[in-house]
């Protein structure tokens, strides 16, 4: 995210963005780690096939 924006490596994301867009993005984070808890997801292959799933929809 910091390079899509052109933020400098030695500055914190959050001087850049708007706080409801820090806290949607802090929201989104807390519900992959709620599903990985929830689900029991472990290693890359399930938590990208459940990634998948959800892009789908189902």
């Known amino acids: ?27 989104a984070t807390e519900l992959t780690s709620h599903n990985l808890t929830e689900k029991d997801l472990k290693g890359r292959e399930k938590i990208s096939r459940e990634h998948e799933a959800k892009k789908k929809g189902k």
Do not use: W
Request: charged residues 35%; positive net charge; glycine residues 0%.
């Open 1 to 27: 995210m910091k390079r899509k924006m052109l933020v400098p490596d030695s500055r914190p994301l959050a001087d850049f963005l708007a706080t409801l867009t820090l806290k949607a993005k802090d929201f």
